[in-house]
């Protein structure tokens, strides 16, 4: 099931670059984030007839918006419908169409799965959400995320190591891109976080991030979860990112406003 595919210009400047990235956005999740942002399509329990569920409508949507000039073509939330992803590539691959393709993903992967996406993926995008795993139970469901996460990314590192190729247009064409979210009142789990990874991964990694954390209305949440990350927290984040090294890109702290989906839009993301 996908819920919307668009040409999506808010990514990473070699994600998106200056034509934008065609998001192709699988409905539901493995994980079940209670701070969701795209919780409209991604909650388990709800169901849109204006989903696509047939590979062929998928792919011509996708060919639309390629033929409009990008090469890029990313997968969001696609952990649970790996295999229709790989049949949706093989189908544009067949029509002649050879996207880079970007895997965009909670973090919440098989490292089985991932070894059969060595070669179809050019581009993995994880997020890295939690270092405690009492928070990823609290706020995500699951009682393992930092175990299941740090082992799939030690995965994606094996097949593209800390290494950014661009393209002649300064698109990443092969690489690893990890996201961190910076969560409200949680600074000191981030930094523990990217300790990890500069100690067991690599202080070469490319890192995006985020301060674009913002309380989805009509959600129920927890008091610290119910605000934007202060100035204050999200600097010191960005501190113990430099400190050890780390490529990548940061956000200005008011970059909440810019991201804040509607999917009942056929641009669900404010260009």
């Excluded at 996201?179 to 100690?199: C, K, T, Y």
Aim: aromatic share 10%.
């Amino acid at each position: 099931m996908v819920a919307s595919v668009f040409l999506h210009r808010g990514e990473e400047p070699v994600i998106s670059g200056q034509k934008g990235i065609c998001n192709v956005f699988f409905a539901h999740c493995n994980l079940q984030c209670i701070f969701c942002q795209n919780h409209q399509i991604s909650r388990n329990n709800t169901y849109s007839n204006k989903w696509l569920t047939k590979t062929g409508s998928i792919v011509d949507e996708i060919k639309q918006i390629l033929d409009l000039g990008t090469n890029m073509l990313g997968f969001v939330s696609p952990t649970h419908q790996v295999a229709q992803m790989v049949e949706i590539i093989d189908a544009l691959n067949k029509a002649g169409y050879s996207p880079i393709v970007v895997y965009n993903t909670n973090g919440y992967d098989k490292v089985e799965t991932l070894k059969v996406l060595e070669g179809i993926v050019d581009v993995y995008l994880p997020d890295f959400k939690y270092h405690n795993n009492s928070l990823a139970l609290r706020y995500s469901g699951v009682p393992d995320y930092f175990t299941v996460a740090s082992k799939a990314i030690k995965e994606m590192h094996r097949q593209k190591g800390s290494t950014l190729i661009l393209n002649n247009e300064g698109l990443a064409e092969f690489g690893l891109i990890v996201r961190h979210l910076v969560l409200p009142g949680h600074a000191n789990d981030s930094i523990e976080l990217l300790q990890f990874l500069a100690r067991e991964i690599s202080p070469k990694l490319y890192i995006s991030l985020m301060s674009q954390y913002y309380p989805p209305p009509g959600l129920i949440l927890p008091n610290e979860l119910n605000q934007q990350v202060s100035y204050d927290d999200y600097k010191k984040v960005v501190v113990a990112m430099e400190k050890h090294g780390f490529r990548g890109w940061i956000q200005s702290i008011e970059s909440s406003q810019l991201y804040q989906p509607d999917f009942e839009s056929n641009t669900p993301f404010s260009e």
